[in-house]
């Protein structure tokens, strides 16, 4: 802080502003704004993502193959040497004053490294140096962890420390970064304040939160490095813990208040329109399909609302089940609904349970918030006065405006893309509903323990039979025309296709201007196939009537943003070509190759890629190509993305995980998990005097997303 002469000085509390830190300033302000650090409190927690070693370095006269060291020297060379044809490797040449050894890139992007590796540069590496076998040239580094400097860095009197990374951004040099921390670390420190109760500090021998937030921030040069890398320092597991028992104590304080105002209303299942629509099905249901419906009506014969996920990949049969659930609301005398979380989504359940509705004699509404506000007025009273049975429709459903006469059950289709918050809001209508929570994104037991809390889960793992496999191919800029051969090959055969356009600079008018161009591009290419585009901000008739030709056939190339990313279902296509494929995430991606491979056609993914691409992306392709299910996919999605991104938390409004681990840090799931419980039960309202900073930490990390701020 400064502290000018005159003004009265204030003691510095962590939740100072960033700006006035030493090496900060305005311009420094606004860079570490874009990393989401406004407080001195947000930088502490503010963790680095990995370290740089010092406290190993060693000369190039010193490597021994397979030990793992860090090199500090500077790039002597660098350049691109070809192995054969398309293939190539980016190579550094690094010198110390004992000698010169090389590191080695398989995957780059040209421009990229030669602005990272500018000859002449301080460089540090870390990793494990192998013997090049074929140049019989000494050792080497592939894909080390590697860093440069215009100037020296660490330094001299550096050797020896370890260094923390942080994921920073543009024009924040890392080094800069680091300073900024030291100097909040030093001043700072002492103002950190202890919030988790002592006994538990003891129980699990957990160092204080300053020293936690200190020292994982800047470890001391004897600590052991391979558990700094595991995250298993007593001070990072320390701040695992207090992540997760954070959480958990919200989740139990939020749902004990909840329990006490909750009470369900028991239904008969298995009733007269559940025999007649299981008879007009065309198939008969799968085990898995049986199973998770049994495990259902279960919990609908309970004076308790249900709260169930169901989990079943892409093109698994989730809406017949969903769909038998909401009869039994109906055959209960009360009301069924659905919510989606897109308009067309929406529309396509609709007119996909329509004709069933229709034979049973039950009434169905669509309830979006398109159409004129006379036609949304029509359907609200239809809902209060209890005339519309089952209800389809988007988050418009759950919005104050809407009474429903009596919801016994509502089904959330594809749960990623709501936030975990809106169930909350989903109990507030009505008579508090049975709830099924549909997705297709696989959830480990960890997660759905954090996340969930007491959902129970039903698992769709088996899909339909006389399903073929998707076969999914990776082509470039040049080997693109062999993918329109492809797809205009399958159309001849009687298929259809999708070609996906991503939504660019997160702005709708530009990937319009991508559909529109694309879809020219086809027609001027194919002008015997019948092709059409379709996006979110077109009128719904148009919408509609595009997916309905679509779904018999007249239209044989849709084109399309990713409206069509979740639940559109429409056997009969085939191909889905996804232009600029490396812009997507890996789960979207899974998400829109099963848009195919759902009926009895054999089916291809084309994914389409442009340079220059990240690791990731190619990470991500790859993992398409390898990867079919949808939990290896989720599995491969956690390892190159980190847990913290995973569910997209931020857009699914949770919490954001900054340093636990869900899948490695199982242990103090559970264990966060017992101690919230057991506080909550002693003490439901965290009234005791002992428990005001926890509970003022509570409020403060977690008020907002846990919509706390009322009640603590
Ligand atoms: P998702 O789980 O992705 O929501 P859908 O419910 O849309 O999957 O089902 C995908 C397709 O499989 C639909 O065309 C549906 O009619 C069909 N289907 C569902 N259950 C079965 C079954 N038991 N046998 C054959 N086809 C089925
Ligand atoms: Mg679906």
């Known amino acids: 802080m400064k502290s000018e002469t005159g003004k009265k000085k204030v003691a510095p509390s962590t939740n100072d502003p960033l700006q006035f830190v030493k090496g900060v300033g305005p311009k420094r302000a606004l860079l570490l704004k874009k990393l989401g650090l406004e407080t001195i409190d947000d930088a502490l927690r503010f963790l680095p993502f990995r370290y740089e070693d010092l406290s190993r370095v060693k000369k190039v006269s010193e490597l021994i193959p397979g030990e793992h060291v860090t090199l500090v020297g500077t790039i002597s060379n660098t350049g691109t040497t070809s192995?054969?044809?398309?293939?190539?490797?980016?190579?550094?040449?690094?010198?110390?004053?004992?000698?010169?050894?090389?590191?080695?890139?398989?995957?780059?992007?040209?421009?990229?490294?030669?602005?990272?590796?500018?000859?002449?540069?301080?460089?540090?590496?870390?990793?494990?140096?192998?013997?090049?076998r074929y140049a019989g040239s000494g050792l080497e580094f592939v894909h080390p962890d590697a860093e440069s400097f215009a100037d020296e860095f660490p330094g001299e009197e550096s050797i020896g420390q370890i260094?923390?990374?942080?994921?920073?951004?543009?024009?924040?040099?890392?080094?800069?970064l680091r300073n900024i921390m030291k100097n909040i670390i030093d001043v700072y420190q002492e103002r950190i304040e202890e919030f988790?109760?002592?006994?538990?500090?003891?129980?699990?021998?957990?160092?204080?939160?300053?020293?936690?937030?200190?020292?994982?921030?800047?470890?001391?040069?004897?600590?052991?490095i391979e558990e700094l890398e595991n995250f298993k320092t007593a001070e990072q597991q320390r701040l695992i813990f207090e992540e997760l028992f954070l959480i958990q104590l919200g989740l139990t304080f939020k749902r004990n208040l909840r329990k006490k105002e909750t009470f369900g209303k028991a239904m008969a299942t298995r009733g007269p329109l559940i025999r007649k629509f299981i008879k007009l099905l065309p198939f008969a249901l799968t085990g898995a399909q049986k199973r998770s419906l049994g495990e259902i009506m279960d919990n609908l014969e309970e004076n308790f609302p249900m709260n169930r996920l169901l989990q079943g990949d892409v093109g698994s049969g989730k809406t017949v089940v969903a769909l038998t659930a909401l009869l039994t609301a109906v055959d209960n005398g009360r009301q069924g609904a659905m919510m989606a979380p897109t308009e067309l989504l929406s529309e396509q359940h609709y007119s996909s349970l329509l004709p069933y509705c229709q034979k049973l004699g039950v009434s169905i509404e669509l309830a979006t918030s398109a159409g004129t506000a006379k036609a949304r007025r029509e359907i609200r009273e239809k809902i209060e006065s209890g005339t519309a049975q089952i209800i389809v429709g988007t988050h418009a459903l759950i919005q104050d405006k809407v009474n429903f006469k009596d919801l016994g059950l509502i089904v959330v289709d594809e749960q990623h893309r709501f936030g975990v918050l809106q169930r909350e809001a989903i109990g507030k209508k009505g008579n508090q509903p049975h709830a099924l929570i549909m997705t297709a994104t696989p959830i480990p037991r960890s997660l759905s323990l954090t996340l969930y809390g007491d959902f129970s889960v039903s698992y769709l793992d088996e899909l339909p039979s006389g399903r073929q496999p998707i076969k999914t191919q990776i082509f470039y800029e040049k080997t693109r025309e062999k993918a329109y051969t492809l797809l205009y090959k399958e159309i001849q055969k009687g298929g259809q296709a999708y070609i996906v356009c991503p939504l660019i600079d997160e702005s709708e008018k530009s990937s319009l201007k991508a559909v529109v161009e694309t879809l020219a591009f086809i027609k001027m290419k194919y002008p015997d196939l019948s092709a059409e585009l379709i996006h979110g901000k077109m009128k719904r008739e148009d919408r509609q009537k595009i997916m309905s030709d679509f779904q018999e056939g007249t239209i044989q190339v849709l084109v399309a943003t990713t409206v069509i990313e979740v639940g559109i279902d429409v056997p009969n296509?085939?191909?889905?070509?996804?232009?600029?494929?490396?812009?997507?995430?890996?789960?979207?991606?899974?998400?829109?190759?099963?848009?195919?491979?759902?009926?009895?056609?054999?089916?291809?993914?084309?994914?389409?890629a442009y340079y220059p691409l990240t690791e990731e992306g190619k990470a991500r392709l790859n993992a398409m190509k390898e990867f079919s299910d949808g939990f290896s996919i989720a599995e491969e999605d956690l390892k190159i993305r980190g847990p913290g991104d995973f569910l997209g938390a931020r857009q699914s409004g949770m919490p954001f995980l900054r340093m636990a681990n869900l899948l490695r840090d199982f242990e103090w799931i559970e264990i966060a998990r017992n101690e919230a419980r057991q506080i909550i039960e002693n003490d439901p309202g965290l009234n005791a005097p002992d428990l005001q900073k926890l509970k003022k930490a509570?409020?403060?990390?977690?008020?907002d997303k846990l919509d706390l701020i009322n009640v603590i």
Not at 163 to 176: C, D, Q
Not at 575 to 595: A, C, K
Not at 698 to 703: F, T
């Open 83 to 132: 192995l054969g044809i398309r293939k190539k490797v980016f190579e550094v040449i690094v010198q110390d004053e004992s000698g010169f050894t090389r590191a080695k890139w398989f995957q780059f992007n040209k421009k990229y490294m030669d602005k990272k590796f500018p000859v002449g540069n301080f460089i540090i590496l870390s990793g494990k140096p192998v013997v090049n």
């Open 163 to 176: 260094f923390p990374v942080y994921h920073s951004t543009e024009g924040l040099p890392i080094k800069a």
């Open 573 to 608: 296509a085939s191909v889905i070509m996804i232009e600029h494929s490396e812009r997507f995430g890996l789960s979207q991606l899974h998400q829109l190759r099963g848009r195919v491979g759902r009926g009895q056609r054999a089916s291809h993914c084309l994914l389409v």
């Open 196 to 224: 988790l109760p002592v006994t538990i500090l003891k129980k699990y021998h957990l160092p204080s939160r300053a020293q936690a937030l200190a020292k994982t921030h800047f470890p001391l040069k004897e600590t052991d």
């Open 698 to 703: 509570l409020g403060h990390y977690l008020g």
